[in-house]
């Protein structure tokens, strides 16, 4: 790599360090946040909502303004942006000014995300893109799983304010750099005017369906609040698609879907991120509620994965760009959900080392060969030019069927785990003690349940109910995340193709259509006269 492109990859590494760290270190400073501002369990979700909201429904015109005015110059607004709103954060005198400084953090991280993508696509040729997006990826992941351990620590030896803070000395760093080796990508001669009004609808139609998934599992499906906001999100979206199709300068070219390797790692990336936000939300939930881990424990649980991709992203990129992507989109998928598969051998009594650590170690090396060539070959089908909406559509697209995923699962297993519990005791059968006992395991699913004061055979038959269900409805999110990643492999496998390679030949790249050993092989198969 030059310096230059090295720098590159420094500055949009430590620009999204910050993004991704934030998306998890906040969850653990929720409890400190309440206590010392208040604001009770909604001020709590919306601490973290906000700032996901803002992200997700603002994702495609954050990339749009990349390709506009450059990648260079949105990324750093971006930066800046989130470094003042994360001051904002750390001085909030009360919990309303926190979440709406934790809504302006995802807005300027909505600029950042896509433009740091760019920017590694302008810095790097297409050949050299997967071992760079693969570097990018592990130390993005990296920054994910060290986020509850950092927030523990801040909170613990300083203040929750600490933990936005931190932020700071990150976002100086990355401007010195950008400042002093990023390269402004020459202006196009003509700069298409920016589509606001595009950009208000995919605002409206991205915001409404991520309201209506956060809400989902507090309220239900059929509540308007869930209705409302996700009914009208698509209604956006489809006026926000006509739109599109018609006016001359559309932020999102829906030429984009016509190419065969966009289109494919998109609709994988849906399927793989609804698989994956499966996995890492339950198998979370059953290790602390039936398994007995503390969340310390759960969230090590995990820790393979991340050292596994940290380890082996830059390798899996780089071969994919050596050998083309089709077969790592394909067979990383199959071989992830063969890991998931393995966590149906997973009991009440969980073993980590003999029954999780294997599943997730064969699961990480499947994902491992999958993210980095996956976000190389979406960003390598679009024009250099589109790059920061191509990484703003993949980003969306990932997000939501993150969301989707968690959303639509909750009431499969919240039944599955009513209907085994039920079909393992009848609660006519139960004193109102033991009734009230599988109620509120019920209302809780996954778990063991409380079996405080009941008689000790009732106790007993209680308890086995509930972890036969719990690890009966697990079995049933573990196999499904394992189709979702599955089919992801499988669109890989039917629909990616791979990129014709250069070939570094003088007289091929003269324009030459024979070249030395073509015309010996012609001089070979000539008649020779008699």
């Given at each position: 790599m030059t310096r230059t492109?090295?720098?590159?990859?420094?500055?949009?590494?430590?620009?999204?360090?910050?993004?991704?760290?934030?998306?998890?270190?906040?969850?653990?400073?929720?409890?400190?946040?309440?206590?010392?501002?208040?604001g009770g369990l909604a001020g709590q979700q919306w601490v973290s909502n906000g700032y996901l909201l803002a992200l997700a429904a603002l994702i495609l015109v954050g990339g749009s303004l990349g390709d506009v005015f450059g990648e260079r110059r949105v990324f750093s607004i971006g930066v800046v942006g989130f470094g003042l709103t994360s001051l904002i954060c750390a001085l909030a005198p009360s919990i309303e000014v926190l979440v709406a400084g934790?809504?302006?953090?995802?807005?300027?991280?909505a600029l950042l995300t896509p433009s740091a993508l760019a920017v590694i696509v302008a810095a790097f040729a297409p050949a050299e893109r997967g071992a760079a997006v693969g570097t990018w990826t592990a130390w993005?992941?990296?920054?994910?799983?060290?986020?509850?351990?950092?927030?523990?620590?801040?909170?613990?030896?300083a203040s929750w304010r600490w933990v936005f803070a931190i932020n700071v000395p990150f976002v100086v760093l990355t401007l010195v750099i950008v400042a002093a080796a990023v390269p402004q990508r020459p202006r196009a001669q003509a700069r298409p005017p920016v589509d606001w009004p595009g950009g208000a609808l995919s605002f409206l139609g991205l915001a409404g369906p991520t309201l209506a998934l956060i809400r989902q599992p507090e309220s239900g499906w059929g509540a308007m609040d869930v209705f409302v906001p996700g009914a009208a999100g698509v209604l956006f979206l489809a006026i926000f698609l006509a739109r599109e199709v018609r006016t001359a300068h559309p932020m999102l070219p829906l030429g984009l879907f016509r190419r065969r390797n966009f289109a494919a790692g998109n609709g994988e990336t849906l399927a793989m991120y609804a698989g994956l936000s499966i996995l890492f939300f339950?198998?979370?939930?059953?290790?602390?509620?039936?398994?007995?881990?503390?969340?310390?424990?759960?969230?090590?649980?995990?820790?393979?994965?991340?050292?596994?991709?940290?380890?082996?992203?830059?390798?899996?990129?780089?071969l994919a760009d050596r050998f083309g992507p089709r077969w790592f989109l394909g067979f990383g998928p199959l071989l992830a959900a063969a890991g998931l598969l393995a966590l149906l051998r997973v009991g009440a009594d969980v073993d980590y080392v003999t029954e999780v650590l294997p599943a997730l170690l064969i699961f990480s090396l499947g994902l491992t060969?999958?993210?980095?060539?996956?976000?190389?070959?979406?960003?390598?089908?679009?024009?250099?030019?589109?790059?920061?909406?191509a990484s703003g559509v993949n980003n969306a697209i990932a997000r939501v069927g993150g969301l989707l995923g968690v959303a639509a699962l909750g009431a499969v297993i919240a039944a599955q785990f009513s209907g085994a519990l039920r079909a393992e005791i009848d609660p006519a059968t139960l004193s109102p003690a033991g009734r009230a006992a599988v109620q509120r395991a019920e209302d809780r699913v996954l778990v063991r349940a409380d079996v405080t004061g009941l008689e000790r055979d009732e106790a007993a038959a209680v308890a086995r109910a509930t972890e036969a269900a719990s690890v009966e409805a697990f079995h049933t999110g573990m196999a499904i995340s394992a189709a979702l990643v599955a089919l992801?492999?499988?669109?890989?496998?039917?629909?990616?193709?791979n990129p014709r390679r250069d070939v570094p030949c003088a007289d091929c790249a003269a324009g030459q259509l024979t070249a030395a050993p073509l015309d010996a092989a012609r001089e070979r198969t000539t008649p020779v006269a008699a």
């Open positions: 492109q090295r720098l590159s990859l420094f500055a949009s590494i430590m620009g999204t360090f910050v993004v991704f760290l934030d998306g998890t270190v906040v969850n653990v400073a929720l409890p400190a946040i309440e206590e010392d501002l208040g934790r809504v302006l953090q995802g807005v300027f991280g993005s992941g990296m920054a994910a799983v060290l986020g509850p351990f950092v927030g523990g620590q801040l909170i613990d030896t339950y198998l979370v939930l059953f290790l602390q509620q039936v398994g007995g881990f503390t969340a310390t424990e759960a969230g090590l649980a995990t820790l393979p994965t991340t050292l596994v991709m940290f380890v082996l992203s830059k390798r899996a990129g780089r060969a999958t993210v980095a060539p996956l976000t190389a070959t979406v960003l390598s089908d679009a024009e250099e030019n589109q790059a920061g909406i992801g492999g499988m669109l890989g496998l039917a629909f990616v193709r």
